[in-house]
T-cell receptor, first 111, second 112 residues
């Protein structure tokens, strides 16, 4: 089983739609969680951290469910510029390990 | 100026050649990382370094070596390139354990 699993998509949605992505992680000792965004052929960039109580940044809402070991990202009022791949990222907390990246979920917002 | 830079941005080489990819950062971070990205496989960690004297293998280090010349510089070498090392390579930095990583623009490598 992969440490971090995501539905690869693509998710094709019209402008203005609400879309949600889920991500599951296997290590219950995981300590920190992030969503990154990656545009085609570009480097990943931090979209938002994910906090235990859930957090919101404009049209984006991230939630963490430790009991079920999944993270979600909700995008409201989708824009064409939201088209990208969204990477779920987990710090497993095993000593000095670096972050573990999911394979990403591709979103295509259509006019 | 970009905080994390990589050179070259694109490289075509032949099987058996030795090549070096370089990464520099101005963020003052101690931690630096090298990843490769392949379609459908996501980012995989090759090597990471927590300071100049602390270098560690990642999940796919075979066929690669690294050098941390200074806090700001971390180089990745392919001693004898092979076609399945064709990929997009990213360098990243972070200020501490489990914290956000900042990526360079990537090096696209093609091994013929």
């Amino acid at each position: 089983r992969k440490e971090v699993e995501q539905d690869p998509g693509p998710f094709n949605v019209p402008e203005g739609a609400t879309v949600a992505f889920n991500c599951t992680y296997s290590n219950s000792a995981s300590q920190s969680f992030f969503w990154y965004r990656q545009d085609c052929r570009k480097e990943p960039k931090l979209l938002m951290s994910v906090y235990s109580s859930g957090n919101e940044d404009g049209r984006f809402t991230a939630q963490l469910n430790r009991a079920s070991q999944y993270i979600s990202l909700l995008i409201r009022d989708s824009k064409l510029s939201d088209s990208a791949t969204y990477l779920c990222v987990v710090n497993t907390g095993t000593g000095r390990r670096a972050l573990t990246f999911g394979s990403g979920t591709r979103l295509q917002v259509q006019p | 100026d970009a905080d994390v830079t990589q050179t070259p941005r694109n490289r075509i080489t032949k099987t058996g050649k030795r090549i070096m990819l370089e990464c520099s950062q101005t963020k003052g971070h101690d931690r630096m990382y090298w990843y490769r990205q392949d379609p459908g496989l996501g980012l995989r960690l090759i090597y990471y370094s927590f300071d100049v004297k602390d270098i560690n293998k990642g999940e796919i280090s075979d066929g690669y070596s690294v050098s941390r010349q200074a806090q700001a510089k971390f180089s990745l070498s392919l001693e004898s390139a092979i076609p399945n090392q064709t990929a997009l390579y990213f360098c990243a930095t972070s200020p501490g354990p489990g914290e956000t990583q900042y990526f360079g623009p990537g090096t696209r490598l093609l091994v013929l």
